[in-house]
């Protein structure tokens, strides 16, 4: 057994263990689940959350025992999606598969529809990944120096693209302006896949991406990269730096991946959903293709991945806090 398999299968065991036992809500059901269950990701296809959803949802609908519908709710920086997940009947039917914006989005917004942590129960902090910046290859920049040094150049000229205000690739942008103390302009778009596409025909120069949504224009020379978040080289890209190893602290810069149901769902209902997702993540072909995407699996149990998502949210709001980015 590898070392990701073998995380994974303590995870389950510990959730087990945990989760059983428990008195079922009023919304439980004997047969859970007897019915499609909906998958909510508050973004549209294309981007880094919606690959994920894909990778996984085969693998996992056959552990769970029942097909599970992707349903793409995008726009306000995910905060649709996440609402339709809080305002759903707690009984296990509507699941969210929520990124770095669910945990952003608290500080980053002077009001949301719904409560990060009270309106929500935690299935499993499922993964983490870096962000890696690309520039249209008519940018006249190969390096974070050369970047740097064009931005200063023309303050305010230069313009990124993100996935949506509270993304992590936004917030990576926002990053950057502190860390190189330069002027760019923030474009956000309902997700990365509308994102990305602006960014391939140059309507916008640079986005800040998780690896596995522009690996193939990178390779195919229609995106050119600069560097890469984190504390190590991801083997995907192995020829890319880190901003530390290029001269740029402070873009610890993370995307990380959560499942959430409704706050009142049933622990067992949880269990179930917790179990067969991990059965999922186990299996060779889901767990080698989201490493060749730079996702880094975490697969915690429920409440180790409430614990993990709160310092998120800790963690994130010092970086919002820093940056002065705001959405009203």
């Given amino acids: 057994m590898n070392g990701c398999v073998a995380k994974i299968a303590a995870a389950l065991s510990i959730a087990t263990v945990g989760l059983s036992g428990t008195p079922q809500a009023a919304y439980a059901q004997d047969a859970y689940p007897n019915r499609p269950v909906r998958l909510v990701v508050p973004f549209p296809p294309g981007g880094s959350t919606d690959n994920l959803a894909r990778v996984i949802v085969p693998r996992w609908a056959e552990h769970l025992g029942q097909t599970i519908l992707i349903e793409n709710r995008g726009g306000a920086g995910g905060n649709i999606g996440v609402e339709v997940v809080a305002k759903a009947t707690p009984d296990g039917y509507t699941v969210g598969l929520f990124d770095t914006a669910f945990v952003v989005n608290p500080t980053l917004y002077a009001k949301l529809p719904f409560d990060t942590v009270k309106d929500f129960s935690a299935v499993m902090f499922v993964a983490t990944g870096p962000a890696v910046l690309v520039v249209h290859p008519s940018v006249p920049a190969r390096t974070v120096k050369d970047l740097v040094a064009l931005a200063r150049a023309k303050p305010g000229a230069l313009a990124y693209a993100s996935a949506g205000s509270g993304t992590a690739i936004h917030l990576a942008g926002e990053m950057f302006k502190v860390a190189a103390g330069v002027d760019i ?43 890469m978040t984190g504390d190590r080289r991801w083997p995907g890209m192995a020829g890319v730096p880190t901003f530390a190893e290029a001269g740029l602290a402070g873009m610890d810069s993370s995307s990380s991946w959560h499942v959430m149901v409704p706050a009142a769902t049933p622990r067992t209902v949880i ?48 970086a919002v806090k820093a940056s002065g980015a705001r959405v009203e």
Wanted: net charge positive; no cysteine.
């Fill in 185 to 227: 302009l923030h474009v956000p778009y309902k997700g990365a896949g509308p994102a990305i596409i602006d960014v391939l025909s140059g309507q916008v120069p640079m986005m800040f991406a998780q690896p596995g949504t522009v690996i193939g224009h990178t390779a195919s020379g229609k995106l050119r990269t600069i560097a």
């Fill in 271 to 318: 269990a179930t959903l917790h179990g067969s997702l991990g059965k999922a993540l186990a299996a060779a072909d889901v767990s080698g293709r989201l490493g060749e995407l730079a996702y880094l699996l975490v697969a915690a149990d429920p409440d180790r991945s409430a614990v993990l998502q709160r310092a998120e949210i800790e963690r994130w709001g010092r």
